[in-house]
């Protein structure tokens, strides 16, 4: 594991961190708007906190394969090297698969969970300050031409973080370091369950790196299915979606967000350990 972190791809994974951060900075502060001011804090230049800047959505993307990139390949790595064999012959089968599996996991969070990490450190050494920031939306009044009610007193829409109808504002209100830690810690989890996910299907691979795509593609295939099934499967089954909690929830869509969350979370474990059971009756180790 440690071999992993010293690795040419912990550099790059490191490398994409920093290239995510500036992106998020840039198209932030210097896009064609201004930001809208309010009270300090740190969360406002972090990806997946903040609704301003596009470094959360390329973020999410490639999340998958940032994961599988430094996690995903414990075993092809083995096998490809000519290690595999020897391995197998000083410790049994299950125990190189629990080790795997495990090792692909903890490596999948670090590699996934990064550039969040590493956005956090230097949001925090740039701006010192956790104030709470409101999520309730002002209505204003306005005319039915789209001109303000009150023209020579505007109603302005204050700056607003996490919306008030969001599944994470309860938390969010409640205690932010704790809000942070479990936004997080959930980053952590899925980034890890990815990278699983590539472990397992290495097993049937004998190609180098294809394994690092296969989280990145169901991604793709999951995030488009609300668009090619006309609704039927909600936007808010997916982890780009729930993982953004400054997006509001509309009448209903609380529910399907924490369906995602559980759908994310049991179907990645779910298809895992099907390859994996499969792998190991077939005994393709």
Known sequence: MLTNLRSIRFVVIIVVSVVLIVVQYWTAHFASFRLTASAPTFLREVMLFSPDGTGSGLYSMILPFLSALLGGSVIAV???S??????????????????????????GGIGGSLPLILNLIGAVIAVPHLNFIDGRNVEIPMNADGTFANPDNPVLQPFVLIDETSWAYPMYRFNQPLFIV????????????????????????????????????????????PTLTN????????????????????????????????ITVFGLVAISAMLNRVGWDRDVL
């Open 231 to 262: 609704g039927l499967v909600p936007d808010q089954w997916s982890y780009i979606i729930f993982l953004s909690p400054y997006l509001p929830n509309g009448p209903g869509q609380l529910v399907q967000t924490y369906i995602g969350m559980g």
């Open 78 to 80: 083995e096998r490809h």
């Open 82 to 107: 000519g290690r595999l064999q020897a391995l197998l012959a000083r410790e049994s089968k299950g125990s190189v698969m629990r080790t795997s599996l495990l090792s692909g996991f903890l490596l």
């Open 182 to 225: 479990c936004l997080v810690l959930l980053v952590f989890v899925i980034s890890g369950l990815f990278a699983v996910l590539a472990v397992s299907a290495s097993l049937f691979l004998h190609r180098r790196y294809v394994e690092l795509l296969i989280p990145f593609i169901l991604n793709l295939v999951w995030w488009m299915l």
